[in-house]
């Protein structure tokens, strides 16, 4: 995505993994060897919290310890309201309205101030990683919010392809087929990997976007809350202050019982204090439809891919939930097979983001014909033959175009791209007018799996005038194109009249909507 045909010769790219609960940022250093840049606090991982203190907006571990102190001053898991419109979520500080782009560009803008003060030099590309079933809206929010901070995005990538990234770096001579499972703290992707001869291919992906450790805080949130009122008569969870309190209870008591077989939970509202104890067993059996989500949603990916367990040579886990216990026992016994320790769940993605970063400025420099980036580096990225080491994507929705069925006198969804196609790719197709003397052809484009329009996410129309009296049947051709970033371009070419449609800026900020929040963020100190 970079739009640079003239290389500078400074440029510093990073790898950003902009989680739900946590963001992280990572760098190629000069020997080739991808490294975590702490923040300005010295941690490796950053709270996506941001507390709104006036002009200043304070991102990270203090932002987070002040979410009791002062809940109405804090923005926190931002990402599940990425591709929102304004309309459909904003939150408001000091009189602006915040869209989630613009938030997430805040907490972007922390990673990138802080870097930038710890290598000594300006940063001025990255690669953000997003969950492999963000849609598209979704990937140029996260675009958008990468630009807003400043930055020339490079690509947006998929979280797994990334984790698999980090981990198959040093790997890359054994060709293996790879399950990464990724829960997060909001968010739960899996997806299957081919290593081959330094090429990463993906070959399925699954998840559920609205699973993550959160439901397993809430779980025991609920359940401190009703013992509470049991007791006390009181539901503690009405008061903003008591509920964001009890909710840091909840989630210290749920990592505690990754290592303890029991914890105990004390929470005090109103003059009133309770005191629980929970043990792991139990907190397990509360959550353990979580878990059966959890493992069908795996048992699904691999039927997409037509894999039996046995095929899979390595399952590597990701995201903070994989410490738990019970997530382990589950996807061991599940797929019977060794389960990689060795990439940090909180690191893996933002390292593999970096490692896309410095292949996409290798290859840039090969198209130019200059190389500026040291050997060392260049070697590092490259496969058996002295290529660049090659990444593969598919497609995690199909792409569809809404028809007129004249047989059974109803609409349905036509499959332009179908889910899990090597991206990028372009499909075309010819399709007839529907009527005699159509004024308007008009593309009306959808993502998902089904072949009812109405069950299918709307993603956007493309239209063309035509000409007068033209006969039904009349030729229409269509054209999709999905770029590395999973984003969709559609044309429409008739008679000679074309009309190209980026579906995914009719999604997100207008271009001078993005420009006005760059003026208004700039106004902004970020800490
Ligand atoms: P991520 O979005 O990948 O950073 O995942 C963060 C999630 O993992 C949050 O819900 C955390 O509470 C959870 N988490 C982190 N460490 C642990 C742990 N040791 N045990 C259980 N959950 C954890």
Redesign the pocket.
């Known amino acids: 995505m970079s739009e640079n045909n003239h290389a500078p010769v400074h440029r510093k790219a990073v790898g950003i993994d902009l ?4 963001s992280a940022i990572a760098h190629i250093d000069q020997y080739g060897k991808p490294q975590i840049i702490p923040n300005a606090e010295s941690e490796r ?1 950053t709270p996506s919290v941001i507390l709104f203190d006036g002009n200043q907006a304070i991102v990270g571990t203090l932002a987070k310890q002040n979410a009791v102190a002062e809940p109405e001053k804090i923005v926190d898991f931002v990402k599940r309201e990425m591709g929102r419109s304004k309309a459909e979520f904003h939150r408001e500080f000091n009189g602006k309205l915040y869209t989630a782009e613009e938030l997430s560009a805040i907490i972007i803008k922390k990673l990138k101030n802080d870097a930038e003060k710890y290598l000594g030099e300006r940063i001025t590309d990255a690669v953000i990683t997003v969950p492999a079933y963000f849609n598209d809206a979704e990937r140029t929010a996260t675009l958008h919010s990468g630009q807003l901070a400043g930055l020339n995005v490079l690509q947006i990538i998929n979280e797994p392809t990334s984790a698999a990234l980090a981990y198959g770096l040093d790997k890359l001579e054994s060709d293996q087929t790879v399950f990464v499972f ?6 739960f992707d899996v997806t299957i990997m081919r290593i081959e001869n330094h090429h990463i291919r993906m070959l399925a992906s699954n998840g559920d976007h609205r699973l ?3 439901d ?2 809430d779980i025991i949130v609920n359940w401190v809350a009703e013992e509470f009122d049991k007791v006390h008569g009181e539901n503690p969870l009405l008061d903003l202050q008591s509920y964001q309190d009890l909710y840091n209870r909840a ?1 210290a008591a ?6 303890r077989p029991a914890t105990t939970i004390v929470h005090n509202y109103n003059g009133k204090s309770i005191k629980l104890e929970l043990t792991r067993e139990d907190f397990e059996k509360r959550a353990s439809h979580l878990l059966e989500k959890v493992k069908t949603i795996c048992e699904i990916v691999m039927q997409e891919a037509a894999l039996d367990w046995s095929k899979i040579d390595r399952v590597l886990l ?7 216990p019970s ?1 382990r026992e589950m996807i061991r016994g599940l797929s019977n097979t060794e389960v990689a320790e060795d990439v940090s ?2 690191e893996a ?1 933002s390292i593999g983001a970096a490692a896309q970063a410095i292949l996409a400025l290798l290859k840039e420099e090969d198209q130019l014909g200059e190389r500026v980036l040291p050997v060392e580096v260049r070697e590092q990225f490259s496969d058996r033959d002295g290529g660049l080491m090659k990444i593969t994507n598919i497609t995690t929705h199909t792409l569809g175009v809404v028809l007129w069925d004249d047989a059974k006198v109803e609409e349905y969804v036509f499959p332009m791209i179908k889910k899990m196609t090597a991206i990028p790719v372009e499909m075309k197709n010819s399709f007839g007018t529907a009527k005699a003397n159509m004024k308007n052809a008009i593309v009306r484009v959808v993502e998902g799996e089904s072949t009812v329009p109405g069950e299918c996410t709307p993603l956007g129309l493309c239209d063309i005038e035509l000409p007068p009296f033209l006969p039904k049947g009349s030729p229409v051709e269509l054209t999709y194109r999905y770029d590395a970033n999973q984003v969709l371009e559609v044309t429409v070419d008739a008679f000679g009249k074309q009309n190209r449609v980026s579906i995914a800026r009719n999604v997100g900020l207008s271009e001078m909507e993005l420009a006005e929040a760059t003026a208004d963020l700039s106004q902004i100190n970020v800490m």
């Open positions: 989680g739900t609960t946590f991982i990724d829960l997060g703290g909001g968010t993550g450790g959160k397993w805080d989630l749920k990592v505690q019982l990754s290592t990701t995201g903070g939930m994989t410490r738990m997530v769940p909180d993605v």
